[in-house]
């Protein structure tokens, strides 16, 4: 592989000035002229029938400019869909009625109808003025209870859809999808194990945490266009999902990018941004939206929890014979849970001769769940994890033993069908044995250490990338993906590389749907790997143009001409030669014509990634505290393009992860949300956390110039097994539910409380 | 949800004045039409404006009113009800006499919140679970109240009445919190238990104060009161009254620790059960106990 000077550094943000002098520009940040603010009326009811809207009240208050409700957004057919990714796309008749509820409120906070006022804070007092009539219905909000045939309906007329046969129940259903995947026998399997260990693990709904509420503004144009400016996570997704719920030609829709104070997969729909077109289209004035912190957290979209329950049998020798798995997956008020993804993240750690992997996707009268950071996978490794955990300590063999016996290799196929490519799971793994986190002894009482893995596929999708050389021999890249993790810094430093320039004389442009190249949305650990092999092709396109200019000047043919730092010559006379600085000059010069690169992928091979967490806790036996003494975090990077985000991903992604661990979870009572502020929503602060260390293993992905992976999901996967695999060791207590907050543990420990009451609990030989 | 449930933007119209003597500040609390409030570091209560959980006709600035900032310790501790946190964390006899009292003001909120807060608010706002008053009570405070009849004095433990209501009447405002000096062998200490380090309300709180014989044998007299485990802050006079005259040793202090939790009488809410809350008034108890203890005999600072 090439020498790289600046991939492989960790190069400063390139946009850091911004940032740190608070210049960027967030979508709250827009201010327009005659601008109009915008505000949600929500339901204050979990489940209901809307029998009447009355918003005569709220249009007659002076400032009021428009209160729509459902009817003001276009009809939909029922089932129309808009794509995402690849091959997922979303039912926009569920998202229209996230957006706005038309005849029945399914969740707490669901919105119902929408005002533009002059001011926020008239178009707050409208929005109270709103008059809704609601016949309250039974509510459900747990999963298991949702299962039940007589169970409140969250929709009269969805049918369980069977994955395999794709045939639908005769009967209606909270389930909407059941799907099985299996391999082997498990009896037999499960026959020759020499003990067996069965457990149901919970966890609750949890939140993105991103810093930013949504904000998005509209205007339409004097020619009729519209032009919408969003912190979303992907401006093109957002232009697609618009088409089809509005009903207008991509070509009257101009999507601008603001930045994005966070979004870990909570801002890929287009959820606000129909309001406030709507509201602008009614109006003619620009139209602003933005949701405060109680919204956000209320009803934007958390992530899913789920019930889990695994089955595993060994050898003595510690050779996992048979795996069974029930995940039973939150989707809140419409279908989309992640528990396709909980199946293969939980399951993709392992070679697994005899398996059956069952996945539920399931209704209840919650919030409709968002992606959140490796989207699915934290419940199931919790589940899995733990189990493996306990598992090892049946049979007698240590933990990290015990993964190194059945690690997956290249070559093995993924639970749901798909071979691996090379991974660097064994080689992580050999690195944990010799760390001396987990060589040195931890002493002192009521203290534990725990293991855990974690994985995530990686996202492909498409990807483009424009590089444009300037007459003073600098470079711009213009692409069209939102810098989500500092994506315009790792793109900078592979087209320095690749061009041999200075990273300062690059900058990079994040354009609107007008004029960036097309690309998917950030998210899924993609952007960076996908990223790599676009800006490298149009990198290398920028080097044929230039190539091509060069042999003209040297009269040599193109394969002749050899290039290194900014130079150009002739490869049988290196005395003849010419600058880059000339050939730049000279393409605005007339006559010669700009150099523009283009570089475009759409359909990379998956650059898995694997994680394996190290935590050792201390516990306070009077009150249940948990206090992390050291955590440290092993990773598969493939090639870390700058170490320094690499880390940062690692830590950040950690850090949820232990959050949604010890603390963090929903609160509900009869649907509504209790704890819908920052303060009862416990993230963890600063002082939670010990340093979290990291070792980089770089074994290069199969596909892509530099053999990088994406590194943003998995390490949110493996802390809650980890955590609770250290907790078992401090306290001799095993917990199936998080989060593992002090109160669950104090009960815990002594032997009563709410720990595992889903299911049954049993373990012992086969 | 209806309007006022909601984090609203708009705060609803209300006067302001900032009067610059103690007197005018009364005259204009004494003469609002409607609610009025006094308005010191605004922590709670501007917040409370903007959920729509107060709406006042009149808020009072009270933070230019001299004997409202003063902060001095001579004959006991005088601390006007405008002094912030911050500045009773950092006063050295604070930290050299009060010890417990600098803890619970360094551990209120965030440093931000620690610069504007006021112990005077703390007592206003009359949370179950403020986190000074503990302390301020178990050193034997007493409140020096303003109003339209003059002033009174009562003992900071009969301030409360519910929770966000006080003994107040129309037109009243605190003026100072005075701490008596600390008899000799003695010592005091606070913990709250919340879930994470920082920035979070108590799941419960223990202030201790125990005073002990001139030869540290015996405990003399001790002061146990506790917050967020009932509506106000409350003593644990049954624990007081079986710790005087007994040496504290550890089945003592932990016999304390279960007559206490009998005073408490929580709630179960998003921050914890009632039956968690009683174990950990009988855990917070027996470390404050341990900590008082050790100050009063001189072990520890």
């Not at chain 1, 037999?188 to 457990?199: I, S, T």
């Not at chain 1, 053999?707 to 949110?716: A, K």
């Amino acid at each position: 592989m090439a020498e790289y000077s600046v991939i492989g550094t960790s190069l400063a943000k390139v946009d850091a000035p911004e940032r740190v002098t608070g210049k960027a520009t967030y979508g709250a940040d827009l201010d327009l002229p005659g601008m109009l603010w915008a505000k949600l009326v929500r339901s204050p009811h979990a489940h209901a029938r809307i029998k009447h809207i009355d918003t005569s009240r709220a249009k007659a208050l002076p400032g009021v400019k428009a209160v729509i409700t459902a009817h003001d957004l276009p009809s939909l057919p029922k089932g129309a869909t808009a794509p995402l990714v690849g091959e997922v796309s979303i039912d926009m008749s569920a998202i229209r009625e996230i957006v706005m509820a038309s005849d029945k409120v399914r969740y707490h906070g669901q919105v119902v109808a929408a005002v533009a006022a002059t001011d926020p804070f008239i178009a707050e007092e409208a929005a109270g003025l709103v008059d809704v009539d609601y016949e309250p219905l039974p509510v459900v909000e747990d999963v298991l209870q949702a299962m039940q045939p007589d169970a409140p309906l969250v929709h009269e007329d969805l049918h369980m859809l069977e994955e395999a046969t794709q045939e639908r129940s005769d009967q209606p259903s909270n389930i909407s999808t059941h799907m099985v995947y299996t391999r082997g026998d498990v009896e037999a399997g499960f026959a020759a194990a020499d003990a067996v260990v069965e457990k149901t693990y919970t966890t609750q709904m949890v939140h993105q945490g991103y810093l930013e509420p949504q904000a998005c503004a509209a205007r339409v144009e004097p020619n009729g266009r519209v032009t919408l400016w969003t912190s979303a996570q992907g401006h093109f997704t957002v232009r697609t999902q618009l088409v089809t719920l509005l009903g207008l030609p991509a070509s009257q829709l101009k999507v601008v990018p603001m930045e994005i104070g966070g979004g870990f997969g909570g801002k890929a729909l287009a959820l606000f941004e129909p309001t406030a077109i709507v509201l602008a289209q009614k109006t003619s004035r620009p139209v602003k939206l933005v949701v405060s912190r109680e919204e956000v957290l209320r009803a934007t979209g958390p992530g899913a929890p789920a019930v889990i329950t695994v089955k595993a049998g060994a050898t003595k020798d510690g050779k996992i014979t048979a795996l069974t798995t029930t995940m039973r997956y939150d989707a809140g008020a419409f279908p989309g849970s992640p528990v396709a993804r909980g199946l293969l993240v939980g399951l993709a750690p392992y070679k697994l001769d005899n398996m059956v992997a069952e996945g539920f996707d399931v209704l209840t009268n919650k919030p409709r769940v968002q992606a959140y950071r490796a989207p699915g996978g934290t419940p199931a490794a919790f589940a899995v994890e733990a189990l493996m955990d306990a598992l090892a300590d049946e049979i007698g063999v240590d933990p990290l033993a015990f993964r190194q016996k059945n690690a997956a290799e290249e070559g093995d196929t993924l639970p749901l069908g798909m071979p691996l490519n090379r991974i660097g799971l064994t080689e992580m793994l050999r690195q944990i044995e010799t760390h001396p986190c987990w060589t040195t002894p931890l002493e002192g009482p009521h203290r534990g250490r725990g293991l855990a893995l974690g994985y995530w596929i990686g996202g492909s999708f498409t990807s483009s990338a424009e590089v444009k050389i300037n007459p003073d021999a600098t470079a711009s890249i213009f692409v069209g993906t939102v810098d989500l993790t500092g994506t315009r810094t790792t793109i900078s430093q592979m087209v320095a590389d690749e061009l041999q320039i200075d990273p300062q004389d690059i900058t990079i442009t994040v354009g609107d749907t007008d004029s960036a190249p097309f690309a998917d949305l950030s998210g899924g650990s993609r952007i960076t790997y996908t990223m790599s092999a676009a800006a490298h092709q149009a990198s290398q396109d920028v080097l044929t143009q230039l190539k091509e200019r060069a042999a003209e000047k040297l009269k040599v043919s193109v394969d002749e001409v050899g290039y290194q730092a900014k130079r150009f010559w002739a490869k049988n006379d290196t005395r003849n030669e010419v600058s880059l600085a000339e050939l730049a000059r000279e393409s605005v010069a007339w006559g010669s014509g700009p150099i523009i690169g283009k570089g475009s992928t759409t359909r990379m091979q998956p650059a898995h990634a694997y994680a394996a967490h190290v935590a050792d806790v201390e516990i306070d036996p009077e009150t249940g505290k948990v206090t992390i003494l050291r955590y440290t975090c092993f990773q598969d990077v493939g090639k870390a393009i700058n170490p320094t985000q690499v880390e940062g991903q690692i830590q950040g992604g950690a850090v949820q992860g232990i959050g949604w661990a010890l603390n963090e979870e929903y609160i509900f009572d009869n649907g509504e949300l209790k704890n819908a502020s920052l303060l009862d929503y416990r993230c963890p602060v600063a002082l939670d956390l010990p340093m979290i260390e990291t070792v980089l293993t770089e074994v290069p992905a199969s596909e892509g110039p530099y053999g990088l992976r994406g590194v943003g999901e998995v390490p949110i996967v493996p802390p809650g097994a980890a955590l609770a695999n250290a907790i078992y060791r401090a306290t001799g207590t095993r917990l199936y539910e998080l989060p593992m907050n002090p109160e669950r543990i104090f009960w815990a420990t002594r032997g009563n409380g709410t720990n595992g009451s889903h299911g049954t609990n049993g373990s012992g030989g086969a | 949800m209806s309007n006022k449930e909601k984090e609203g933007l708009s705060v609803d119209a209300f006067e302001y004045a900032a009067p610059q003597n103690l007197q005018d500040a009364v005259a204009l609390l004494s003469e609002a039409r409607g609610e009025a409030r006094p308005l010191a570091g605004g922590t709670d209560l501007i917040a409370q404006m903007k959920e729509n959980r107060r709406s006042p006709a009149l808020v009072v600035d009270v933070k230019k009113i001299p004997e409202l900032n003063v902060l001095s310790y001579g004959a006991g501790l005088h601390i006007g009800a405008a002094v912030s946190c911050t500045q009773i964390a950092e006063f050295e006899p604070v930290r050299v006499h009060y010890p417990a009292l600098a803890e619970a003001c360094a551990l209120i909120g965030s440093y931000q919140i620690q610069n504007r807060a006021a112990l005077g608010g703390n007592f206003c706002n009359a949370a179950p679970s403020a986190d000074a008053v503990p302390p301020a009570v178990s050193y034997g405070a007493t409140l020096v109240i303003a109003g339209p009849n003059g002033r009174r004095e009562i003992p900071s433990e009969d301030f409360f009445v519910g929770p966000g209501q006080t003994v107040l009447e129309k037109g009243e405002v605190l003026v100072e919190i005075v701490l008596p000096p600390p008899p000799p062998h003695s010592g005091a200490a606070y913990l709250r238990f919340i879930p994470r380090e920082e920035m979070d309300i108590a799941v419960a709180g223990v202030g201790s104060f125990v005073q002990l014989s001139s030869d540290a044998r015996t405990c003399e007299q001790a002061c146990i009161v506790l917050a967020a485990v009932a509506p106000t802050p409350v003593r644990a006079k049954e624990a007081e009254a079986f710790l005087t005259g007994k040496s504290l040793d550890d089945t003592t202090i932990a016999q304390a620790g279960e007559l206490a939790s009998q005073a408490a009488s929580p709630i179960s809410d998003v921050r914890g059960s009632a039956a968690y809350r009683i174990e950990l008034v009988k855990v917070l108890t027996r470390r404050t106990l341990g900590t008082a203890l050790e100050r009063a005999r001189g072990e520890a600072s």
